[in-house]
């Protein structure tokens, strides 16, 4: 199998979209670089900064003339450009995402007759956004998972599971509602708490600064979460609704135990629950 | 004043006390370090590793023999140390903490007929705890809060104010018990989340894995918090109890709130809620 395209395009040219870009790059995955994005500013702005080679005036040309598309764009947005790029892709087509829910992935894989669609989520990302923010290192080391569904072309999962590894991502393998699952409790939930911590102290001031001027490191990775770009998380919340609502319940129970036990002022018991939480990611 | 000390007692080795050892040796503030550690097995380390000159038999000897003295141990543990070491304090000597919740000043100040000790918290620290793990540059561009109370000796906190200075720190004073309330909120907090998140997710897997092997960086940064010492954080929880249980009501009015909007489904709500949170970061 040779890992090489004639042109690969990347529809939203974010912090996700523009990593991407330079990454395949630095690999010499293909010789050209197409990006589309919406309002066509992010995607003109990546072309200034060199990181794509043309902008795409609509997603025809993206459909037609390239053999591998990433999108990267808010997660609810996708279905419909799935929709739309279903009625361009040729047989060899390979379309692949990085959205943070795989709600749609069922679904959306009816679309392609040619079986184009691979689901999937590199996880990877900052707190930043935009074009700018992109950098050729950001997938490496990281996580990427595949969520085929049972009619999925294997040949084409491996392609997409391919172009990752070059990348340096550690591919795995999971359905779509197992993905949505996982990444409720250790993805989703890490924003929902952050946020909330952050709200909780907003109107709390000293000396007529906000408190969290005096904060130390473990409040600073918090409200390094926080800063997150609104919209996204606002489509991942909706998007995982389900899951993220039962990952807030697990969340719930261990914040009463451990709440029960400061109340009791029980030393021991707050002690194991802390220690058993720390041996749990040791093990 | 000469910010010059003939020898610098340190109670307690761990990363805060040979942290706070290497920067005074690095601005030259005393010509001589002595350390103390209850079981003695961290000062000895410390001196093999010469981030202290000697080792102490006893209290007694820090006492007498120091004319600045800092306690960096459990919280818990801290009164029982001043009380004892208020037998021994001379006029001139200055004693001071890095206890991470201020309850106990006003009580000690008592202790000392010539106002000796001022009560203090370097906010600065990592996940690892041990003499090994100490570094110079710990504190440096962070905040050390003191706490002196109505009879404090403006003399002796206008040094402990320089010591902290001196390497590095941005003193802000408060008094002990608008300490514990911010802290609760800034600092407790984020270490009773983190740690609830790691036990919310515990027992769950993938392929026979931990899922928290699928993390990425939002998730990291609470295990990096959840991997802190859990017997000084047991302590940390038993000692601001009050403040810190308001902590969690805040939060989990805030969680309660961003759940509704969840459960609603309501875009809007959920985005301006998201946006609040972020802005109050940026203001």
């Known amino acids: 199998m040779s890992l090489k395209f004639r042109r690969i395009g990347i529809i939203g040219i974010g912090l996700i979209g523009s990593s991407f870009a330079l990454a395949i790059r630095k690999k010499n995955l293909t010789d050209e670089i197409w990006g589309y994005s919406n309002t066509g500013s992010s995607s003109k702005r990546a072309k200034e900064l060199g990181i794509i080679d043309y902008v795409a005036n609509n997603l025809f040309e993206i459909g037609k003339n390239c053999d591998f598309i990433f999108i990267a764009i808010p997660v609810l947005s996708i279905p419909l450009i799935l929709k739309e790029l279903a009625e361009y892709a040729r047989e060899d087509t390979i379309i692949t995402d990085g959205g943070s829910t795989k709600h749609f ?5 009816k679309y392609f007759k040619f079986k184009n669609f691979i689901g999937g989520h590199p996880i990877a990302g900052t707190e930043k956004s935009g074009p700018e923010s992109g950098f050729a290192e950001l997938y490496e080391n990281n996580c990427c998972i595949l969520t085929p569904v049972r009619e999925t072309d294997i040949k084409k999962l ?24 996982i990444m409720a409790n250790i993805s989703h939930m890490p924003h929902v708490i952050a946020y909330c911590l952050v709200d909780s102290v907003k109107d709390k001031y000293f000396n007529g600064d906000k ?3 005096l904060a130390g490191g473990g409040f600073k990775d918090f409200t390094r979460i926080a800063k997150s770009d609104e919209s996204m998380w606002t489509d991942i919340f909706l998007a995982n609704q389900k899951y993220i609502l039962s990952a807030i319940d ?16 029980d030393f ?8 058993r939480a720390k041996k749990s990611l040791l093990d």
């Open 268 to 275: 021991e018991k707050i002690k194991n629950f802390l220690a």
């Open 211 to 213: 408190i969290t001027k």
């Open 105 to 109: 992935v069922e679904e959306c894989h």
């Open 250 to 265: 697990d969340f719930e129970k261990s914040l009463k135990e451990l709440k029960t036990f400061v109340i009791e002022k």
């Open 158 to 181: 491996e392609i997409v599971k391919a172009v990752w590894e070059t990348i340096g991502m550690n591919v795995v393998i999971m359905s779509p509602k197992e993905h949505d699952r």
